[in-house]
């Protein structure tokens, strides 16, 4: 069994430290974040499957993808590195580079990342000067510090660690992500850093990791974009002398807190959408294939016709099987029934059962569910998404990314 | 050559009348149309893609798949007739049977079609006095009051006639449509009904409406969501006497004709899309495929990003090739140039060159066009879409379909 610890942070778990500072990237909000691990760590990692990859993105791919270990995750905010050709590269790497040598690291223990404006310079000198600052300020308890540097446009900061209990005693995870714009299924959506005290061996690290983002940030949508910057990665490094075994009870129980860390991570990401004032599961059940229950919710979650229905609190089902309906998946919409929370809305041959008032008591509550049931299979999918809000528009007319 | 003849419709076409009235589906505006033709016509249809299909669709589908001649479409707006099962279908079915009672012609020639709200029983007692009225009111000039009775979210009505010189003479198209909401490529994407007085036989008729369509309605995006009624059809009454026959000069020239009156309508429902204050091209170029530059194209019009940009007046080319980077189309970002209009905006190698000033004079016009060029090959594909504003939004929070 997990369970949440409160203020947690990927500073919950031993070996980890981390800070969070200003260095003149963005004007004066906090914009680079450093986690260390006192140890060496096996590494996971997700990456956006955008075309265009922002350089950092390509730099740590090749960590990731070689197996390299790992001592550190270092993250700037206010600018995305992304779509500024081959000195982005050189960019990215020198800031590892710098990094690492004042961590007294291998250069390619130091995972990098960057989120913010599209096709502009790194300016070069305030991320030196900043990466000279962070990595003397380390801290056992600055993971939250760290997480409020990663934000952009978000509101609130995402922040988590869950505690397992396994068969030799207890392992530790804590997760900080940040998202908002740009949130769309296919991959990592997002940034989010996890760290564990576990000890995961390769290949594990990368199946446990990829599994859980499948179920969690690859299910949630606020725009239907998708980033050039987006990544998750974890980070285990062995501290508390547990060890994952593939096959055991143990690997399952620190599956379940794993999911449920990245499904917590990914649902805060969806609730600070830009310009959400809901967060809405769509949980699509009882279709005949995983694949067209996924098919289904994912139409649905990114319709704006659904989307702004929720925000009006219209009961408006009738997009809803639209949106199923234009999705390409195999169903019969004759035998499709839909809920809110428990409240039938539309049963088999289009029985439209909805009690609009009861309905609409639902629609204003800040979170809740719509069930989609095909009554046509075994097969479900969850989904989680925001409502799509005047103050989307305006946020996004007037940002540049 | 073809030319567009002033205040064009319908009823510009020999041979065709029609009317528009109000019977009491809607509260004031008129909602009911009639499109007739006092001789036979051969006639081809596009519809909607979504599994969900509104039972006019599933009637009128019938028809053309049975390549059965035709005389009138019927269409209603105010109800959509969708999602409403059986008695969805036998209200279709009655309305269809008594018009064409009324017109003393053979059921299967009435082609029907429905607009509106989502999920409601048709009220077939204000259906079937309407249908009695507009049976006698039928008029060479009754066009304009067809394309009136079509709207629904629209501001503005559509219709258009174009004349063009064959070689035998001159034929005649006219065409109605409405959009608004839910538009988006693939397939019919909205209502339009096109008239000719050309002859033109099956299966011809069907492949030059299909290839129209799919440079046109097929290309246009507002929201990104598909409707469960779009239908597109075309009526060749033969009244010119002028045969259209395959592989001819006159074949080409009459498509040229078609296709401009069908991009004519897809750019008039983009330009009154709800909440949409600009009409923009997109238009990818030297693409290795023709389908990897509409991938790319469609990719970047139902960008809500990109759409937010432009209504934000914001040069940002970064969520443009972003946009092209998750539609999964193959490409090399490297090579890639972005123009507004004449102004080059991004060159290879991530070269932005973007003059703020003249960029924002091009994103302040009503109409621009963006080119991406790809740089790699020597396909295109042109698209049109329009800004996400805010007025997007209130609109659909506040409308039922």
Chains 1, 2 share one sequence.
Request: with cysteine; net charge negative.
């Amino acid at each position: 069994m997990y369970q949440f610890l409160s203020n947690g942070t990927v500073t919950s778990v031993k070996g980890f430290k981390a800070a969070g500072i200003h260095c003149g990237i963005k004007k004066r909000k906090k914009d680079l974040a450093l986690i260390y691990s006192e140890t060496s760590c096996t590494a996971a990692g997700t990456f956006t499957l955008n075309k265009v990859q922002a350089a950092p993105i390509q730099v740590s791919k090749e960590i990731i993808k070689n197996k390299k270990t790992v001592r550190a995750v270092l993250v700037n905010s206010g600018n995305a590195n992304a779509c500024t050709g081959e000195q982005g590269t050189k960019d990215a790497l020198a800031a590892q580079e710098y990094c690492a040598k004042l961590l007294q690291v291998t250069q390619s223990e130091v995972i990098v990342s960057s989120t913010g404006v599209i096709g502009q310079a790194m300016p070069m000198d305030k991320m030196l000067h900043g990466i000279k600052m962070i990595t003397g300020r380390l801290t056992d308890d600055g993971g939250l510090d760290a997480a409020e540097a990663i934000l952009t446009t978000d509101l609130v900061m995402k922040s988590w660690a869950v505690e397992v209990s396994l068969s030799s005693g207890k392992v530790t995870l804590g997760g900080i992500c940040k998202g908002s714009g740009m949130i769309m299924p296919n991959m990592a959506t997002m940034l989010g850093f996890i760290t564990t005290d576990a000890a995961i061996e390769h290949p594990l690290i990368q199946e446990l990791l990829s599994e859980a983002v499948n179920k969690s940030f690859n299910r949630i949508s606020v725009d239907g974009d998708t980033s050039t910057n987006d990544m998750v990665t974890l980070m285990a490094n062995g501290v508390s002398g547990i060890q994952i075994v593939k096959g055991t009870s143990d690997e399952a129980l620190f599956f379940e807190a794993l999911q449920a860390l990245c499904i917590e991570m990914a649902k805060s990401i969806v609730r600070d959408g830009e310009g959400a004032s809901k967060l809405v599961t769509v949980h699509v059940k009882n279709a005949k294939s995983e694949n067209d229950a996924c098919t289904i919710a994912q139409s649905i979650v990114n319709s704006p016709l659904v989307k702004t229905a929720i925000h009006g609190c219209d009961a408006n089902w009738g997009r809803i099987i639209s949106a199923a309906g234009k999705s390409g998946a195999e169903f019969n919409p004759d035998l499709t029934s839909i809920y809110f929370d428990e409240l039938p809305i539309l049963l088999p041959n289009y029985q439209a059962v909805i009690d609009e008032e009861k309905a609409l008591s639902i629609l204003e509550k800040d979170e809740f569910t719509i069930t989609v049931d095909l009554g046509d299979g075994q097969c479900d999918s969850t989904w989680w998404t925001c409502d799509f809000s005047q103050a989307y528009i305006k946020i996004n007319a007037n940002y540049r990314t």
